[in-house]
């Protein structure tokens, strides 16, 4: 089989395994390099065939402006060549580094990436296609391994994948389909057809990592293990098998554990693996976020921690998210979530009895003398009967206090406020919420949890006084 037969056999079936379809409209990153160069002439010679409609995108990245803007129109002359529409943007990408205090491959990359979001978006196309070859995924392999990543770094990079930006809304369907194509198909590919292609002066340079890894590292390994770079090319497709079987139990625990919501059950965590939880939590994170980016193996050993912990903590995450341990659930929320039951903040409120007491977000507070129920037990948190003797105190609505103390119905002694906060597994985000109904002989009522033991209705009283929290969305 010639050479470029056997390219385009290998560009197709990456196309099949990166689940592009006939009919297609594609956006090709195109530098003019020898392996988008291939990339941009096989699927020229394949458009007819999948019936596929080309756009090739270079992005000029200003790193060195002669020579960005000489490779430029290069690139133009060769999709040109191959009878494929032309497209550049030019992004300066050193000021974007400087303004950003990061790395100039991660603002050529971020920046490049945003910029091919937006010409896709433009053509309505299926995705961004890229020239990523075997050797690409051997070296991002060996990167990941040697910053310790686990089996997801290892598994490198897929035939089709959703990449997103953070700080952004940017989703993007990146298409890789020669990750199963040697880098030498692409170089003789372009010489068969007569191919000068864009030498980038900066893949030479050894500023870079991965270009370290290429240049220095893996040539050493394939001499002292020839294959090396086909064998992580493997190591790669075996991980991401293995992070199959992984990612499908993970999802079927925590398609178990979710509640209705959108918190997660803490006794689906119990008796399995901690490692499972903790993979448990990562997913859950990136439900919540949209992303696991910036979330780092100590947040996920902290919440592993936490979850078989005391209820009613909390941790603050990257992306502006807060890590909740409630008594039977624990989860995710962000700064604009509001879950309390309660209404906010409320300054000290005489409570008539009988009458009614309007709160903010449409709660209120009733309190009226009625007669004794065959039942005491309202089978509703946010009412309570109490005895009828309120009327001889002056009772105040307020939020919880300092040094406040509490004698629960069926105890004697008084505890610490926080200390039955804790016992009653109120999340420590409610806690500064919860309406407490208080008397000159000490509080009477924690909305929602608990009846003072003095203020018991006692065998004798024919009446009772009702008190009730209730929401308009209640009613």
């Known amino acids: 089989m010639s050479t470029e037969a056997n390219f385009l056999e290998r560009l197709d079936a990456g196309l099949t395994l990166a689940s592009v379809p006939n009919g297609a409209s594609l956006i090709v990153a195109f530098s003019g390099g020898p392996d988008s160069s291939a990339l941009l002439s096989g699927l020229a010679k394949l458009k007819e065939q999948r019936n596929l409609t080309l756009l090739a995108a270079h992005v000029n990245h200003q790193i060195r402006p002669e020579s960005s803007d000489t490779a430029e129109n290069s690139a133009r002359q060769i999709a040109e060549s191959q009878g494929v529409e032309f497209t550049a943007i030019t992004i300066d990408v050193p000021a974007i580094a400087a303004a950003e205090k990061i790395s100039i491959e991660s603002a050529a990359r971020q920046s490049r990436y945003l910029a091919l979001t937006q010409i896709a978006n433009s053509r309505d196309a299926f995705g961004v296609v ?172 902290e919440m592993v921690r936490q979850i078989s912990g005391r209820s009613g903590t909390s941790i603050e995450l990257p992306n502006g998210t807060r890590f909740f341990i409630d008594k039977e659930a624990f989860g995710f929320a962000s700064p604009d979530d509001d879950d309390c039951p309660f209404p906010n903040s409320i300054s000290d409120i005489e409570l008539p009895l009988p009458g009614s007491i309007q709160l903010d977000q449409n709660f209120t507070i009733n ?109």
């Open 367 to 475: 309190a009226e003398i009625t007669d004794r129920p065959s039942n005491l037990n309202s089978g509703n948190p946010n009412i309570i009967f109490a005895t009828p003797d309120l009327l001889k105190h002056a009772l105040t609505l307020r939020n919880r206090k300092n040094g406040d103390r509490f004698q629960p119905l069926g105890m004697t002694p008084k505890a610490k406020l926080q200390d039955f906060f804790v016992g009653a597994g109120v999340p420590e985000r409610w806690r500064n919420r919860v309406p407490i109904i208080d008397s000159n002989q000490g509080i009477v009522w924690v909305a929602g949890y608990r009846l003072a033991e003095w203020a018991k209705v006692q065998p004798a009283d024919t009446q009772v006084a009702r008190l009730e929290l209730v929401s308009s969305n209640e009613r």
């Open 130 to 301: 890229t020239g990523h070859t075997r050797n690409d995924q051997a070296e991002t392999v060996l990167l990941h391994a040697a910053r310790g990543a686990g089996l997801k770094g290892i598994s490198g990079m897929s035939f089709s994948s959703t990449l997103r930006i953070p700080e952004s809304e940017v989703e993007l369907n990146v298409l890789r389909p020669m990750l199963d194509t040697p880098r030498t198909d692409c170089v003789q590919f372009c010489e068969e057809l007569g191919i000068v292609a864009v030498i980038d002066e900066s893949n030479s340079s050894r500023e870079y990592t991965r270009n370290k890894i290429r240049l220095d590292i893996l040539p050493l390994l394939n001499e002292a293990a020839p294959g090396a770079t086909d064998a992580f090319a493997r190591l790669a497709k075996n991980a991401s098998d293995d992070l199959d079987i992984i990612e499908w139990v993970v999802d079927q625990h925590i398609s178990q554990a979710r509640n209705d919501n959108g918190s997660y059950a803490r006794s689906a965590t119990q008796n399995i693996p901690q490692s499972l939880v903790a993979r448990m939590l990562m997913r859950a994170y990136e439900i919540q976020v949209g992303h696991s980016q910036d979330l780092e193996r100590v947040h996920v050993l």
